[in-house]
């Protein structure tokens, strides 16, 4: 009895327990949420038109985000507790990011700082806008696979070592994440800044190898952000048409 006790004891103080207990809660809460909204016209997609269609019509017609909307229809069509579990994940892992990326100290009573916080995120205002599926692939799941994509240079920062099978992890979360359009200003502008931190604080030149190499995923992903627009302009025009002022104003 005495070495459970112990043990439950080690695990209320494991640093991450306050994590652990976050992902309990949200999984508790996809109990009670169900598909709505723009869920349902997602679950659809796949059946009227092929992976391929579908991504061509949305870049040309609606939207740049041709890797999160192929995305989120997929686990629209498919069984809601197939995307509840990985959306759970991605829950934790936004908490374990936020943990790793910003919390050097006192890191217990911190992440419970932290679960407070994520606890407020007003969670049932998403289902009753574009539904709890498609609300969470296009939104929360940027922001999570983000704040991966920026955790190496809190790795560089702090020294640590970056291990070979990392780096097509962090490619792949940045080109999701980039998909999003704030997100990847976001993205951009902090690998930027960092960039210029390497180059005043001296740790490496600016015109060596590896700065070179570094400027042209810069430039890269730019162009990446740039060339995922041409659906908005198809979209906002007639917004914009409207917004013109009528002919009895212009005289």
């Known amino acids: 009895m005495e070495i459970f006790r112990l043990k439950i004891k080690k695990i209320v103080n494991w640093d991450f327990f306050p994590i652990l207990f976050f992902g309990l809660l949200v999984m508790s809460f996809h109990f009670f949420v169900r598909p ?13 038109q092929p992976v391929l269609a579908f991504i061509h019509d949305a870049y040309y017609t609606w939207s740049s985000r041709i890797v999160i909307m192929p995305v989120a229809a997929f686990f629209a069509g498919n069984s809601f507790w197939l995307f509840s579990v990985v959306n759970i994940l991605v829950y934790g892992l936004l908490a374990v990011m936020i943990s790793r990326i910003f919390v050097d ?16 995120v007003p969670f049932v205002s998403m289902m009753t806008t574009a539904g709890w ?5 296009h939104y929360l799941w940027p922001l999570t696979f983000a704040l991966v994509a920026i955790y190496p240079i809190k790795k560089i920062c702090v020294g640590e070592i970056i291990n070979w099978y990392e780096y097509p992890l962090y490619f792949l979360a940045a080109i999701f994440g980039m998909n999003m359009e704030l997100v990847a200003a976001i993205l951009v502008s902090v690998y930027l800044i960092f960039c210029l931190y390497l180059v005043i604080a001296k740790k490496i030149s600016f015109l060596s190898f590896s700065w070179q190499r570094f400027w042209s995923a810069i430039f890269s992903l730019f162009f990446y952000v740039r060339e995922m627009v041409p659906g908005k302009y198809q979209k906002l025009w007639p917004i914009f048409q409207n917004m013109q002022p009528s002919d009895s104003f212009r005289s």
């Open 36 to 48: 709505s909204g723009d869920d349902i016209t997602y679950g659809t997609v796949f059946y009227h």
């Open 105 to 120: 100290k006192n890191r217990l009573k911190t992440n419970w700082a932290l679960i407070f916080l994520l606890i407020c």
């Open 133 to 137: 599926v498609v609300t969470n692939i």
